[in-house]
């Protein structure tokens, strides 16, 4: 069975730091993309960020393009995501998600975690 499980969501101050961790299980990593995509309410699902694990490269929504930093801990089948500089606009569910092949934005990503709440307070 595929399931990507998300952690590390919470509370923090603008201008503060939160790390999430999604972890994967149930396909081969190294053939997926694995990645983030968040929703706040009243807005649409926006992609955040995904790491391509066959070669490591990145892609970056454009509202968190650097503050934000995607890595993969291969030998973990886990995918990390320290967000920097927080601000009360990244208050959203974050939603790891995995798709075969390298990172788009184009993607439907077949799979989906059960999110993580991540809040921003001024």
């Known amino acids: 069975e595929v399931q990507v499980v998300e952690s590390g969501g919470g509370l923090v101050q603008a201008g503060g730091s939160l790390t999430l961790s999604c972890t994967a299980s149930?396909?081969?990593?190294?053939?997926?993309?694995i990645g983030w995509f968040r929703q706040a309410p009243g807005k649409e699902r926006e992609g955040v960020a995904c790491?391509?694990?066959?070669?490591?490269?990145?892609i970056y929504g454009d509202s968190v393009r650097g503050r934000f930093t995607i890595s993969s801990a291969g030998a973990k089948n886990t995918v990390r995501l320290q967000m920097d500089s927080l601000e009360p606009t990244d208050t959203a569910v974050y939603y790891c998600?995995?798709?075969?092949?390298?990172?788009?934005?184009?993607?439907?990503?077949?799979?989906w975690g059960q999110g993580t709440q991540v809040t921003v307070s001024a």
């Open positions: 998600v995995a798709e075969y092949g390298p990172c788009s934005w184009d993607s439907t990503y077949d799979y």
């Open positions: 149930g396909f081969t990593f190294d053939d997926y993309g």
């Open positions: 790491i391509s694990s066959s070669d490591g490269s990145a």
